[in-house]
């Protein structure tokens, strides 16, 4: 994996808010081979069924609808380290 540290992350989250939708921001990322293993987690407002199909299909890992709990969030996390075998 691409060796991204906390600080570039942040960043790269801040950019995805202000430029670049989840959906566009997950397709690019699983199309180039270094940052494709990379978990992805979208957070969203909207509680729609056909965004969460959406989101899942076009490859991030977990959806979560906001209003959400910080366990809820760490809870998936864990989830998805645990079984790609990050940790």
Do not use: H
């Not at 430029?19 to 940052?35: D, H, M, N, S, Y």
């Amino acid at each position: 994996m691409v060796g991204l540290d906390d600080q570039c992350l942040s960043g790269l989250g801040i950019y995805l808010q202000c430029f670049v939708c989840g959906f566009q921001a997950t397709r690019k990322l699983r199309r180039i081979p270094e940052t494709r293993a990379i978990p992805i987690i979208i957070m969203s407002g909207n509680e729609q069924a056909t965004e969460e199909f959406w989101v899942l299909r076009i490859g991030a890992n977990d959806f979560l609808a906001k209003p959400f709990t910080r366990f809820e969030v760490y809870r998936r996390i864990e989830r998805i380290l645990y079984n790609n075998e990050i940790i």
